[in-house]
């Protein structure tokens, strides 16, 4: 048994730390008689050690990989359900609840109070034990500014899910986790979400975030809001008999639908009167008076208007919050923001040159065609047929902005096959907070427009839309009838008899069915992670020298970028919020870097070299690294006898670091 036991030990240690080959067999050594005896001793030793290596453990280490896709990768580690919306308590309760579970891995604090005194929760994941969270590249995630926008809240909270349940399963995941940040902010506008889920409310409200107002101008503040006239838990519509009205119960009597042309309707008529609520302060009207506030993606610095985003830019406390948070976190690189509704990948570019004369724009048309004939459209349709999902945009930017149209092009290209049928196109910028991420901040920025209405699932005849037939189809079928709100008469105390219903319920419009929700999520999560993994990451690819006699040496050093995105935005580079990459050459002490006149050109085309010069010994070379770019550097070095060494290494604050050594021999 101690036999079988110390020779897997043994092996393990040689497959792990790489020493397999040029170790001799255990057998062979027990062949060795003469030496049986010392040999027990050393290897006695030897196993001691080792098994006190195996008892502490790497520092990083994946415990529980899954190397099957049809695998079980942790999703019980932590049970929870995606199938329902859950309340403010729920979900924050849950956000504690996982960090405790994880705590190598995430930590939550309140980065502020809402106007109604609830902790907006941001939860912080990376491991810790691989370094601080401040110090990695980093993504954030923020969901529902709008507060009936609560499908952001569970796609953030999935995220987080995902990311801790899979970290000891998914090599993936593990990572990703070790190397970079997520800053998740599930909840932005709490005090509407809270409401939303939790109380009967229209798909649309409430939205903004609770600032009392009087909107009908009688003294008094948001008296008058939607509320469920008929307890059922939902708001419907609400419509009175009238000789004279112009809609008709439908034939299934499911619905009220216009009466059209027939004058001579002998059936009983109706007019709408609106959603459900009461006439609470008599003045005669219903649902004047609203629950109060600004648009709160209205509400940040850039682009902000006194219409749309009153009374003044941040004067929300979740908002301000936010961007105190995020202003906080410089390591963050890119930003998502979650909306409803559209299925879009709203994208935040450079804004678009100011109007051209028309030969400029047709000779700019033909720069951004690539040199090839035809539109944007042309080329785009010629684009698809090798990729369905490809995209091109008819913007033209400045020049020092054109990476970082191309760089958000290639993201949503690989972001609508990720997400299937989401439509990529340009975001807004009034009082957008990922308007503000971009540009006050530097940072690549996405507004997602989840779901909408049930286009993809309902769409029968392919015409990208949804008739009333194709949408009650949709409920019957795929929702087997959940999700409607059927007539039924009601004496209201205002109005009399009414009737109420005729409508799809809270959760079928803006908001997806509970069956949808994991699926929509899932897809996201991904999008998220594959960003992250297109972050910026520097390394010295080659360093390589050619003699020129007497001891001279040229020294080629080719540093890259195979990511998608750059190591600073272009916008970045504007607002100098990231410092220039460090490309940093150093010596052995039999090596000299000679100085040369830095304005003599050191290019060579025949090599292709972008960039040649002589920095000088110890001193730093700072250049910026694009998405998928390699650049090569030339030095001329002088050997004074015997071998030495020279090595080179990349610093850049959003991409890591990296070095190489090059042993130059005789």
């Known amino acids: 048994m101690w036999k079988s036991t110390r020779e897997a030990v043994e092996m393990k240690a040689m497959n792990i730390y790489g020493i397999r080959e040029g170790v001799r067999d255990v057998r062979d050594v027990k062949k060795e008689k003469n030496v049986k005896n010392v040999k027990k001793g050393w290897w006695g030793l030897i196993v001691w050690l ?92 923020d969901g529902a500014i709008h507060g009936n926008e609560v499908n952001g809240i569970n796609c953030s909270l999935y995220l987080m899910w995902y990311l801790l349940t899979r970290y000891d399963y998914d090599p993936y995941v593990f990572n990703m986790v070790n190397d970079r940040t997520f800053y998740i902010l599930p909840g932005l506008n709490v005090d509407a979400n809270a409401s939303y889920v939790e109380y009967p409310n229209t798909e649309n409200n409430p939205r903004e975030p609770y600032r009392p107002e009087d909107d009908d101008n009688d003294g008094l503040y948001d008296e008058d809001r939607t509320e469920d006239v008929d307890g059922d838990g939902e708001l419907s519509m609400m419509y009175a008999v009238d000789p004279k009205g112009d809609l008709k119960l439908s034939p299934d009597k499911r619905q009220f639908i216009s009466i059209g042309d027939e004058k001579d309707y002998p059936g009983l008529r109706y007019r709408r009167i609106g959603t459900e609520g009461f006439d609470n302060d008599g003045d005669g009207q219903i649902n004047e008076d609203d629950i109060g506030g600004p648009d709160p993606n209205r509400n940040y610095a850039y682009g902000w208007n006194l219409r749309d985003g ?19 976190r410089p390591n963050i690189f890119v930003s998502f923001h979650y909306h409803n509704t559209g299925r879009l990948i709203m994208f935040t570019a450079p804004q678009p040159m100011p109007q051209q004369s028309a030969q400029q724009s047709q000779r700019s048309q033909q720069e951004r065609e690539f040199g090839q004939r ?100 949709w409920i019957d079928i795929e929702l087997t009838g959940d999700g409607w709100i059927n007539p039924h008469p009601f004496k209201h105390p205002d109005l009399g008899e009414i009737w109420i219903g005729g409508s799809g319920k809270k959760h079928v419009g803006r908001t997806p069915p509970s069956r949808y929700i994991e699926t929509e999520a899932d897809r996201n999560a991904h999008f998220v992670m594959y960003c992250v993994n297109q972050f910026p990451k520097v390394q010295v690819a080659d360093i390589s020298t050619t003699p020129e006699g007497d001891d001279l040496y040229w020294v080629d050093v080719t540093v890259r970028n195979e990511s998608t995105y750059p190591t600073a935005s272009d916008r970045s580079k504007k607002l100098e919020r990231i410092k220039k990459d460090k490309l940093v050459i150093s010596t052995s002490d039999k090596i000299q ?57 990349i610093i850049s604050e959003r991409g890591g670091k990296d070095k190489k050594r090059l042993t130059i021999k005789d």
């Open 374 to 473: 035809g539109t944007v459209q042309e080329r785009l349709a010629e684009m698809r047929k090798i990729n369905k999902y490809a995209q091109l945009f008819d913007r033209q930017v400045a020049s020092e902005f054109q990476h970082d149209l191309d760089v958000q092009t290639s993201i949503v290209t690989a972001g609508a096959r990720i997400l299937k049928d989401y439509t990529p196109t340009f975001s807004g910028l009034s009082g957008q907070a990922q308007a503000t991420s971009y540009n006050m901040l530097g940072n690549y920025a996405y507004l997602i427009e989840l779901w909408g209405n049930p286009t993809y699932e309902a769409d029968l005849n392919g015409d990208n839309k949804v008739s009333d037939e194709e949408y009650m189809k």
């Open 50 to 141: 080792l098994m006190l290596t195996f008892l502490a453990g790497p520092a990083v280490g994946q415990n529980k990989l899954q190397q099957s896709a049809g695998g079980y990768h942790g999703e019980l580690d932590f049970p929870w359900s995606w199938k329902r919306y859950y309340s403010y308590a729920e979900w924050t309760q849950m956000m504690k609840e996982i960090a405790k579970k994880y705590p190598d891995l995430a930590s939550v604090e309140s980065i502020g109070k809402s106007q109604m005194g609830r902790d907006q929760l941001l939860i912080t994941i990376t491991n810790k034990k691989t370094g601080d969270h401040s110090a990695k590249t980093a993504m954030w995630v």
């Open 310 to 328: 009153n009374p003044y830019p941040m004067s929300e406390p979740c908002t301000r919050n936010a961007y105190n948070a995020m202003l906080a």
């Open 593 to 649: 870097v000679i100085s040369l006149n830095e304005k003599l050109p050191f290019n060579d085309p025949a090599q292709g070299f972008r960039n040649a010069h002589n920095p000088g010994l110890g001193k730093e070379t700072e250049l910026w690294l694009k998405g998928n770019d390699s650049q090569t550097f030339r030095y001329l070095i002088k050997k004074s006898g015997g071998k030495g060494w020279i090595e080179a290494e």
